[in-house]
């Protein structure tokens, strides 16, 4: 009998482990710079006035927590209807972004689709071309969708890059599924909804987020599309605040006494906080789907 002798980790030399601690060196210091900016506005967002200005504007351990600036935001006439609108968008968005781009996406995965080459071909098409800022408004204002909420949901409801993740996707599911479903008498939608869409959950919690981010990040289609400032986005308010001198008059402050006693830069940064916690919220719970998503959505098909 031959004995196998057993084989223990193999030892790293002193040029490994110098690379290592290098390299965790240069992660420790990339996560610190790109984490100090979320912790500097969260920090100046709960700091008094008094503390502000006895440091120079600059607050690195604030000694006193204060949460006014949230409480002002949210009693003003702005923010909550801003915020209102984002998350409609985002939800509605995004439910009929996954709805539609789902629907088409299983459409051109079957080969035996009639004009599926020329229909494919029109939309990677749309990737190098599109038909520029002013025919694009100039379309959305003749479907009525200016002054509308539908003005930030229905001009991008497919992405062609999200629908051909999806597409290949769909593509290198097995097939056999698809036809014992069939054999049991479903029909086209009764398997996808049935059948596929259940399979498809990483590549629908990626998808998801990809739409989802982009609606609650979504800056240009308000400025672009929208005159009544009671549907302006998060993103609207937060520029305009950002940019106005006068930070009471955009948030139509209701307590100009409170107003006056917190510094403009605190009021910026406690919106700033609030328009970015949602997302930073749900990343976490769809980090290990958007992975997954994106990996077989890539390599499948």
Request: charged share 15%.
């Amino acid at each position: 009998m031959v004995a196998h002798a057993k084989t223990g980790p193999v030892a790293k030399s002193k040029a490994d482990r110098f690379v290592d601690a290098v390299l965790y060196a240069f992660l420790f210091l990339f996560a610190l710079s790109t984490l100090f900016p979320l912790y500097y506005v969260i920090v100046m967002s709960i700091t008094p006035y008094t503390e502000v200005m006895r440091s120079g504007g600059f607050v690195m351990f604030p000694q006193q927590v204060t949460f006014d600036a949230y409480k002002e935001i949210f009693s003003s006439g702005r923010i909550p209807q801003a915020l209102k609108i984002t998350v409609t968008v985002t939800l509605v968005g995004t439910f009929l972004n996954l709805l539609v781009t789902s629907l088409l996406a299983y459409a051109l995965s079957k080969k035996t689709v009639p004009g599926r080459s020329g229909l494919l071909l029109g939309i990677v098409f749309t990737m190098l071309f599109s038909g520029g800022m002013i025919p694009t408004y100039l379309v959305v204002r003749a479907v009525g969708l200016v002054d509308t909420i539908w003005a930030l949901i229905l001009p991008g409801l497919v992405s062609t890059f999200n629908l051909l993740i999806m597409k290949t996707y769909f593509e290198g599911l097995p097939h056999e599924i698809e036809e014992a479903a069939k054999v049991d008498g479903c029909g086209d939608l009764r398997t996808l909804f049935k059948i596929v869409l259940p399979l498809s959950t990483p590549i629908f919690a990626t998808m998801g987020l990809f739409y989802g981010v982009g609606h609650w990040n979504a800056y240009f289609a308000g400025i672009m599309y929208l005159n009544d400032k009671r549907l302006y986005p998060l993103q609207v308010v937060l520029q305009n605040m950002i940019r106005s001198p006068d930070v009471s008059q955009e948030l139509e402050i209701r307590n100009p006494m409170l107003i006056a006693a917190l510094p403009p830069e605190t009021i910026k940064m406690a919106t700033v906080v609030v328009a970015i916690l949602p997302i930073l919220l749900v990343y976490p719970f769809l980090q290990k789907y958007f992975m997954k998503g994106m990996l077989l959505g890539a390599i499948k098909g």
